[in-house]
């Protein structure tokens, strides 16, 4: 009877032992949470489930941080889903959308008063190759240059190496100014925003230098530049410490980027020796990163993140196609503009350079199912209003690319042609004229028929919309919202 017993109350607790490790979550389909952010692309669904079929329990705003469980990431409607952890819930968003957080601050050192930390380099690990976070980190020392004085609309790329704005760019950048707007970034998916006007201090036209030092805001009004603790690109590498094989990143804003940064990768591929001041120092590196124009006077880092040189000229073979850059060692740049350069806070624009362009961006509305034409279709409602072009043409546009990690355009070939661009590209746009200094637009409307989308099967189809204006001239463009927004046909 007490065998019997034992053996009932053994049967028990393993049926207890079951019960419990079956309700307990597996080791190996839940990790530790960890802190991620929300992008700034607009609101972030969080859903029951992975998958847009899911309800959605909550919308985070842009820059909220949360914890998630990257160890269970989920394949679903064309995402990568991860959960998520709510106060009381679990729910499941998008991985695209998401940054890692920051890491918590360390108490800081004690360090000398005039010394600037550049906040590219404290990001970076050196440990051979950037990460998307070291990468945006120094890019934020990376700067669009127009000349103000001849040609304005003309772009190129700069470089900050101090805290207090002294800027390296190529000779041929700056050529013909003596101002230069300089765009820095906010968002490195954004375009720069012209927030400084610099003054051209320094050229050696035999290497096509050029040292530009920020003089004053976009309005032309003189700063105190010792307090602008802007992030900078030191020069820490010897030109004789750069070799074949070496993997680079360059940094810029090329022509067919439409403003906005371009990271392309390859490798040095030659050094090339020659005299500097009675000394043998290289002089060029080549290599196989792709190079275009807008890159000149740009920025070469190795996988440690440190300063290589200036991305100077392009150079294609006609048989072949074979293309390769002139790179020009940072040493040899500095070395070169640095040497007649005297600092002084010399006198800046008494008043506006071409003033620049400004927006502010109010709301905007989706319709769907609007009517316009006879057809039935989407219709975004812009709020906003545009300063400093008056009485000058500009159009305002909507491009529609897909809501995927390619995010490519949106094609339709079938289109009528006033809804697409030369490589068939889904837009729609409206013409504007400014009236005025500050011109306010309370209630624009850009409408698209459906049928213009191009999609014949049923389905639920996620579509993300660029709002942006532009001027006719070519001169400037503006993003003002992305809109994220889904076509179902049933």
């Not at 049967?11 to 991620?36: D, E, F, H, N, R």
């Not at 695209?96 to 990001?123: E, H, K, Y």
């Amino acid at each position: 009877m007490r065998r019997r017993l034992n053996l009932l109350w053994l049967s028990l607790i393993i049926g207890l032992i079951v019960l419990v490790v079956g309700v307990m979550p597996s080791a190996a389909q839940t990790g530790p949470w960890t802190c991620a952010l929300v992008d700034d692309q607009g609101g972030l669904n969080v859903r029951s489930g992975p998958g847009t079929t899911y309800p959605v329990l909550v919308i985070l705003e842009p820059g909220a941080q949360i914890e998630v469980d990257e160890s269970r990431v989920r394949q679903a409607d064309g995402y990568s889903w991860l959960p998520v952890r709510l106060t009381g819930e679990e729910g499941w968003t998008i991985l695209s959308r998401l940054a890692q957080c920051p890491a918590p601050a360390a108490t800081p050192l004690p360090m000398p008063t005039n010394t600037s930390v550049p906040a590219a380099q404290t990001l970076i690990d050196q440990n051979g190759s950037l990460d998307r976070f070291e990468i945006a980190a120094i890019a934020r020392s990376v700067v669009l240059l127009a000349g103000l004085d001849t040609d304005y609309y003309a772009t190129g790329t700069g470089t900050i190496t101090t805290s207090d704005g002294l800027i390296v760019t190529n000779a041929h950048v700056v050529e013909g100014n003596q101002f230069m707007a300089v765009g820095v970034l906010d968002d490195i998916n954004d375009p720069p925003s012209y927030r400084y006007v610099g003054e051209v201090v320094s050229i050696d036209d035999s290497i096509d230098v050029a040292l530009v030092a920020i003089r004053a805001d976009a309005q032309g009004r003189p700063l105190d530049t010792a307090g602008l603790n802007l992030p900078f690109m030191p020069n820490t590498l010897n030109s004789s410490d750069v070799f074949r094989g070496d993997e680079v990143y360059i940094f810029g804003y090329p022509g067919i980027g439409d403003d906005y940064l371009v990271v392309t990768t390859g490798s040095i591929v030659s050094v090339e020796n020659g005299d500097v001041d009675g000394q043998r120092l290289p002089v060029w590196y080549r290599t196989d990163a792709e190079i275009a124009p807008g890159n000149s006077g740009g920025l070469v880092v190795n996988g440690n993140g440190e300063f290589v040189g200036i991305p100077t000229f392009v150079q294609t073979e006609s048989e072949t196609g074979g293309r390769l850059g002139g790179i020009r060692p940072a040493e040899v740049a500095l070395m070169a503009v640095m040497a007649d350069y005297i600092p002084t806070q010399a006198s800046a624009p008494a008043a506006p350079v071409n003033p620049l362009v400004s927006f502010e961006f109010d709301s905007v509305q989706v319709e769907h199912g609007a009517a316009a034409g006879g057809e039935t279709g989407i219709s975004f409602h812009l709020a906003f209003m545009i300063s400093g072009w008056e009485q000058q043409p500009a159009t305002v546009y909507a491009r529609f690319y897909y809501d995927d990690l390619s995010s490519a355009p949106l094609t339709n070939a079938t289109a009528p042609s006033q809804y697409l661009d030369k490589d068939h590209n889904i837009l729609t746009s409206e013409p504007l004229l400014p009236c005025c200094p500050d011109t306010v637009y309370e209630d624009l409307p850009l409408f698209i028929p459906y049928s213009a989308l191009g999609f014949t099967r049923p389905g639920a189809y996620p579509l993300k919309v660029a709002l942006e204006v532009a001027a006719d001239d070519g001169s400037w463009r503006h993003i003002l919202s992305w809109e994220f927004i889904t076509y179902t046909l049933r």
